[in-house]
């Protein structure tokens, strides 16, 4: 089977990428057609959050070898985590490399993957990935939240149910906009009254 590109929208500014747009399209996973076309490239064109364009973060189903899970590169920031579950795909297992470096969680800190290449095979072994085809990915961050896993996920009903997880995500997604919005109007009258 060959790969598949997902893509996941991110806004970006400079290397940090900021999560809490409340635009659905801001929260649905791509394909590759989707992504190429006139409709997404007038989305990214016009669509900002915090003055920040979206781009698209390429995520890959395929069956990976250890050596290229090992090596791959790393989303830093909010995560693709996050939304992937919501567009249907299926969570298979998440790998803390901070208990596989046995080491606390501090806002500066270094893992080298290739130090560790034969106990994070072995995990993966234990999680039964070999021969499936999957998206993986690094995650990390740095500063007060801090994280290192790798993410696995099955494609999952993301196809058979894409149509009625981007309406379900859009209309939650407004409604959060709607509250978000109404929250600050009332805000703003608490201030005047005060």
């Known amino acids: 089977m060959e ?3 997902f893509y996941h929208p991110v806004h970006e500014k400079d290397t940090f990428q900021t999560y809490g747009c409340l635009n659905p399209r801001c929260r649905f996973v791509y394909t590759e057609n989707e992504i190429k076309s006139d409709e997404f490239r007038e989305f990214q064109e016009n ?3 915090s003055g920040n364009k979206v781009r698209p973060y390429k995520l890959e189903s395929k069956i ?3 050596e290229e899970i090992t090596n791959a590169p790393s989303f830093e920031g909010w995560t693709p985590a996050f939304t992937l579950v919501d567009n249907g795909f299926e ?3 998440k790998i803390d490399l901070f ?3 046995n080491d606390i969680k501090k806002p500066r800190w270094n893992h080298n993957l290739g130090e560790k290449k034969e106990e994070i095979a072995r995990i993966l072994d ?3 990935y070999q021969g499936r085809q999957l998206v993986i990915f690094r995650t990390l961050r740095y500063g007060l939240a801090v994280w290192d896993s790798i993410y696995l996920y099955a494609v999952g009903n993301y196809h058979s149910n894409k149509k009625k ?3 379900d995500l859009t209309s939650y997604y407004l409604n959060e906009q709607r509250r978000e919005h109404e929250e600050v109007k009332h805000r703003i009258a ?3 009254t005060s």
């Open 3 to 5: 790969a598949e590109a």
């Open 47 to 49: 669509h900002l959050y």
């Open 64 to 66: 990976w070898k250890p």
């Open 91 to 93: 969570f298979i297992a």
């Open 99 to 101: 208990e596989v470096f």
């Open 126 to 128: 234990g999680i039964g």
């Open 165 to 167: 997880i981007r309406n």
């Open 190 to 192: 608490q201030n005047k």
